[in-house]
């Protein structure tokens, strides 16, 4: 999948996620900004944002799934923290709200998992041999 396409697929469930938790956790002064994404909280709203900047640098995008399964922690600790209880609201309620996103977020994941374990057993064979990885 190329990269971009990848950025902004990740960027869509991510919106989808803190606007499930927004609505469900009922936050007032929910305002529509006119643009792309959906009526958020002033907090809410402040998370996407921070979420989105993380996710348009991700140097990693190329050869990771998603940031659950990142190596690299760019979120600072407030966020990562405020993004993870967001994400175990979210989460389980993904697949009533949006299906087709929630199977195309698990597919990529799991395409993702097979590919470094491959890659990790390959690596682990040219060790064996004596190659250098």
């Known amino acids: ?3 971009e ?6 960027i869509d469930v991510m919106m989808e996620m803190i606007d499930i938790y927004c609505r469900g956790q009922g936050h007032a002064n929910r305002t529509d ?6 009526a958020l909280c002033p907090d809410c709203r402040r998370l996407l ?3 989105r900047k993380r996710i348009i640098r991700c140097p990693r995008m190329a050869v990771k799934s998603f940031c659950s399964a990142c190596p690299v922690h760019c979120y600072t600790t407030d966020m990562r923290e405020q993004i993870r209880i967001v994400m175990r609201y979210s989460g389980p309620r993904m697949l009533l709200h949006r299906p087709l996103m929630t199977l195309q977020h698990i597919w990529i994941d799991l395409a993702a998992r097979r590919r470094e374990k491959k890659l990790a057993k390959r690596s682990q064979h040219n060790q064996n041999k004596g190659y250098l990885s």
């Not at 396409?5 to 990740?10: A, D, F, M, T, V």
């Not at 900004?33 to 959906?38: A, E, F, M, N, V």
């Open 33 to 38: 900004l006119q643009d792309d994404t959906p």
């Open 1 to 3: 999948m190329d990269t």
């Open 49 to 51: 944002d921070y979420a």
């Open 5 to 10: 396409k990848k950025r902004s697929i990740e």
